[in-house]
């Protein structure tokens, strides 16, 4: 079974303090994905990567940095987190989307998500 | 401008009850199409994909309109544990490098 890891699932963070979320997936995958959801606006996307050291700006990157230095591991990074980035935090991972099987191309794998609260 | 819009519902009905969810989708050129499933405070899984010649499995029924852009999840014989919220998720062009675009979602709640 694909695992998708995320290193907290509850963190209380201050205003101002730089705040690192990490996500492990161990099926290989080259894609990785962060997403926020909030309550009435969904999953939005923030970060995603195809490949080690490749980042692509999401819906919302304002805010927020990632790092994708080993294939199996996607950092996402607040700066300076505020009251505003309190959210659920999903990490997602997937294959490239050239294979197919019964489950389909592009499936993403979520991670169970990390509770952050800032105050 | 809405990529993906869902009804949000709540979609209230009793147990064996029958109930269909549509969403509808602004990019013409998308190529691949799901349904996820989430449960209360859990993360998002795969329930099915959509093709374009439609798709079953057990109870459930995806069909997808392309040229009307909406797809559909239809739920036969509702459980207790059919109770979610049910993401339309679409795929806006097939490649590599490229983000799943997810509805806000459809809630759910079958009861006794």
């Known amino acids: 079974d694909v695992k998708v890891t995320q290193s907290s699932r509850y963190l209380v963070k201050r205003t101002g303090e730089k705040v690192f979320l990490e996500c492990v997936q161990d099926m290989d995958h080259e894609n990785m994905f962060w997403y926020r959801q909030d309550p009435g606006l969904g999953l939005r996307l923030i970060y995603f990567s195809y490949d080690v050291k490749m980042k692509e700006k999401g819906d919302i990157p304002e805010g927020y940095s990632v790092s994708r230095e080993k294939k199996e591991r996607f950092s996402l990074i607040l700066e300076s987190a505020s009251t505003n980035q309190t959210s659920m935090y999903l990490c997602a991972s997937s294959f490239p989307g050239t294979g197919g099987g019964r489950r389909g191309v592009y499936e993403q794998y979520f991670g169970p998500g990390t509770r952050l609260t800032v105050t | 401008r809405k990529e993906v819009e869902q009804d949000p519902g709540p979609f209230n009905v009793p147990e064996g009850a029958t109930v269909a969810f549509n969403c509808t989708y602004s990019?013409?050129?998308?190529?691949?199409f799901f349904w996820y499933r989430q449960d209360c405070r859990k993360e998002p899984k795969l329930l099915m994909s959509?093709?374009?010649s439609g798709n079953e499995d057990g109870r459930f029924t995806a069909q997808l309109n392309r040229a009307s852009q909406y797809i559909s999840l239809l739920i036969r014989d509702s459980k207790l544990s059919d109770s979610a919220t049910y993401l339309c998720v679409v795929n806006p062009v097939a490649q590599a490098g490229t983000a799943l675009i997810f509805g806000k979602g459809t809630t759910l709640s079958v009861s006794s």
């Open positions: 959509v093709y374009s």
């Open positions: 990019n013409s050129a998308s190529q691949s």
